[in-house]
């Protein structure tokens, strides 16, 4: 299944991988490589995780306090598309992105 990231949550991605690799060098991409596992885990089985709301799901990133929340939507061509709707720290502002769809 394709997937898309909304402008919001590829610009929290990109803060997060600036925040980590200023931390330590190389932990920005240790980052990165573990969103792209999560995004694979949520594309081989869209509907497996956590129901956040009627639509949007969570799916946690292993070994860093993230979460994708996505939700599955039909796209123009009458197909299921996979929309990232933020790269949620889990510690921080609960139900922040809800007004983003």
């Known amino acids: 299944m394709n997937y898309r990231f ?10 997060a991988i600036t925040y980590y690799e200023d931390k330590c060098a190389g ?7 573990e969103i792209e596992k999560t995004v ?6 869209p509907e497996l995780w956590s129901n ?6 969570i799916c946690r990133a292993h ?8 939700e599955i ?3 123009e061509a009458g197909g299921d598309i996979i929309e990232i709707v933020a790269v949620a720290h889990l510690h921080r502002k609960p139900g922040y992105w809800q007004d983003r769809t």
């Open 6 to 15: 909304l402008d919001q949550a590829r610009s929290e991605y990109y803060e």
């Open 27 to 33: 932990l920005g991409d240790r980052f990165a490589e």
């Open 40 to 45: 694979e885990r949520i594309r081989q089985n």
């Open 52 to 57: 956040l709301t009627e639509k949007h799901r």
């Open 63 to 70: 070994g860093f306090p993230y979460g994708l929340i996505y």
């Open 73 to 75: 939507i039909s796209d």
